[in-house]
T-cell receptor, first 112, second 111 residues
Framework: DTEVTQTPKHLVMGMTNKKSLKCEQH?????MYWYKQKAKKPPELMFV???????INESVPSRFSPECPNSSLLNLHLHALQPEDSALYLC???????????FGPGTRLTVT | TQLLEQSPQFLSIQEGENLTVYCNSS?????LQWYRQEPGEGPVLLVT?????EVKKLKRLTFQFGDARKDSSLHITAAQPGDTGLYLC???????????FGSGTRLQVQP
């Protein structure tokens, strides 16, 4: 099973809302990632978790808060977002840091 | 900062034509991956190459890793509309915690 699942598929939220994105993998991978992707651009790395510990935070604003409850799950908590945060949010996992990554289908987020 | 430059950035061709996409860097990578991404979907891993000079084939797609492990190419033979998408290369380095992604090549294959 090389599947990474993400929910929801689409999300529309207001600037005062609080929402969460969820990601799950059952490949036994020890590294998980959050990316943000704008239209026609490559993915931009946001956060990296390794063995359930935050390894990289690419200077992401605090209105994005990651959480790794266990080795299979990765959440991204959203609060007080701006319209410019609208994007495709991708989750990925890999056997370890620096290895090939497997991506989920993404969550299309629209902030109104 | 490690950089991976892809060329061309955009390519529009007719069905049946051949094409090559390039991924170049001044850095040495321990491995290199190619992904294809369709609109609104996540990137899908196509191949991983790890040995300098390595060539891998996936049906009509041929991937090559440069001898010095600084560059790679993707060649598609007889392109089909289903090949349309964003092609991304990504390099892994020993001791580096995340992959370095290239800028992407957007391919459009017209029927």
């Amino acid at each position: 099973d090389t599947e990474v699942t993400q929910t929801p598929k689409h999300l529309v939220m207001g600037m005062t809302n609080k929402k969460s994105l969820k990601c799950e993998q059952h490949m036994g991978h020890r590294a998980m990632y959050w990316y943000k992707q704008k239209a026609k651009k490559p993915p931009e790395l946001m956060f990296v978790y390794s063995y359930e510990k935050l390894s990289i935070n690419e200077s992401v604003p605090s209105r994005f808060s990651p959480e790794c409850p266990n080795s299979s799950l990765l959440n991204l908590h959203l609060h007080a977002l701006q319209p410019e945060d609208s994007a495709l949010y991708l989750c990925a996992s890999s056997p370890g840091l620096g290895y090939e990554q497997y991506f989920g289908p993404g969550t299309r987020l629209t902030v109104t | 900062t490690q950089l991976l430059e892809q060329s061309p950035q955009f390519l529009s061709i007719q069905e049946g034509e051949n094409l090559t996409v390039y991924c170049n860097s001044s850095s040495v990578f321990s491995s290199l991956q190619w992904y294809r991404q369709e609109p609104g979907e996540g990137p899908v891993l196509l191949v991983t190459v790890v040995t300098g000079g390595e060539v891998k084939k996936l049906k009509r797609l041929t991937f090559q890793f440069g001898d010095a492990r600084k560059d790679s190419s993707l060649h598609i033979t007889a392109a089909q509309p289903g090949d349309t998408g964003l092609y991304l290369c990504a390099g892994g380095e020993e001791g580096r915690r995340a992959l370095t992604f290239g800028s992407g090549t957007r391919l459009q294959v017209q029927p």
